[in-house]
C-alpha cells in the first residue's frame, strides 16, 4: 500500500462541482491499493500517517506527528499512485490492485481512520475527483508498507 503524503494547510475535493471532503491544517494522502495488499497494509499505513513526524516543533525542527498536532487527515483513493513507471512511455496498471480489492482495503482504511483520529475526510473511490491543496512547505513524502 502506498500513501502519497502532503502537508496541507488547507485542501478538499470536489466530485462534480460539489466539496465531498476538505480539511485545514492537516495532511492530504493520495492512497495506492496493490494487488498483495491485505488489511494489515492498511494498519501499517495508518499508523504511519497518524504518527509520522511531519510538522514543526518550536524550534522548526519536524518532531510533531499529525496526532500530536490535532491536524485534519483527508484520504483520497488514487490507484494511478499504484502504476509501473519503469519503462516506456504508458504506465502499466498491473501493480494496481483490481478496483474491488482497492475499494474494500480504501473503506477499511478510512473507517479505521475515523475511530481513531477526530477530524477525517476523503474523496469518493473511483470517482472523477478534483483535488485543490496548499501544500506547506512543501512537505511531501511517499509512505509505503
Not at 485545514?24 to 495506492?32: Q, S
Not at 483490481?98 to 473507517?111: K, M, R, T, V
Amino acid at each position: 500500500m502506498k500513501g502519497l503524503l502532503q502537508r496541507v494547510r488547507g485542501a478538499r475535493v470536489e466530485v462534480a462541482g460539489e466539496v465531498v471532503g476538505a480539511v485545514d491544517h492537516g495532511l492530504l494522502v493520495l492512497v495506492a491499493v496493490e494487488p498483495d495488499d491485505t488489511r494489515t497494509s492498511a494498519d501499517k499505513l495508518l499508523h504511519k500517517l497518524l504518527n509520522y513526524r511531519v510538522f514543526s516543533d518550536a524550534e522548526g525542527k519536524m518532531n510533531l506527528s499529525l496526532a500530536d498536532v490535532g491536524g485534519g487527515l483527508l484520504l483520497v483513493s488514487q490507484f494511478t499512485l499504484a502504476a509501473d513507471t519503469k519503462s516506456g512511455l504508458r504506465p502499466s496498471f498491473s501493480t494496481a490492485a483490481p478496483p474491488a480489492l482497492g475499494e474494500e482495503l480504501f473503506d477499511y482504511l478510512l473507517s479505521s481512520a475515523k475511530q481513531v483520529h477526530g477530524t477525517v475526510a476523503s474523496g469518493r473511490f473511483g470517482a472523477d475527483m478534483q483535488v485543490h491543496l496548499v501544500n506547506d512547505g512543501p512537505v511531501t513524502f511517499l509512505l509505503q508498507t
